[in-house]
């Protein structure tokens, strides 16, 4: 299995996000990553949105292309693999105002409803960066990974 972000740069994710500051919005001048929620529990899931703010249509991945970082002590690690061996060709237009929204249900099965991902190392609470891929440049936003309480 190869990173998910191998399909889409020969160059690690890493490289593109943004800085390393803490990210409450991502967006360039025709798109924006939010989330519900800053902090999520395990078991509970995540909802991050991908809203066109320009004034005209946006052209999209339909198949929502993401990566998951951790950060660590030596820095960010991509935590989602593949066994696709290429990007379907297809675009979807986003209208002006609109969004998609995707669903992380928090957990070892967290991308397991995205088809041919799946997690290269184990999940584990702290700080994670979710990178949308279908657009260029990337976009990215923080939220971090609590402990559930009930343990």
Excluded at 66 to 84: H, I, M, P, Q, Y
Excluded at 131 to 139: A, C, E, K, Q, T
Aim: proline fraction near 6%; charged fraction near 25%.
């Amino acid at each position: 299995m190869k990173q998910v972000s191998e399909l889409y740069s020969p160059e690690p994710v890493a490289e593109y996000t943004l800085d390393d500051g803490r990210l409450v919005e991502a967006e360039d001048e025709w798109l924006r990553l939010s989330t519900d929620r800053e902090a999520v529990e395990f078991g509970r899931a995540i909802t991050v949105t991908i809203e066109n703010v320009s004034d005209r249509e946006v052209i999209v991945s339909p198949e929502h292309p993401f990566t998951l970082l951790e950060e660590t002590n030596s820095g960010w690690v991509e935590l989602v693999g593949t066994t696709a061996n290429g990007v379907l060709l297809a675009a979807l237009a986003l209208p002006p105002g609109s969004s998609e929204a995707i669903e992380l249900p928090i957990g070892q099965d967290i991308v397991a409803d995205f088809g041919t991902y799946g997690l290269l190392r184990e999940l584990s609470p702290g700080q994670h960066r979710f990178v949308y891929l279908g657009s260029n440049p990337y976009l990215c936003i923080d939220f971090e990974i609590k402990s559930s309480e009930k343990q």
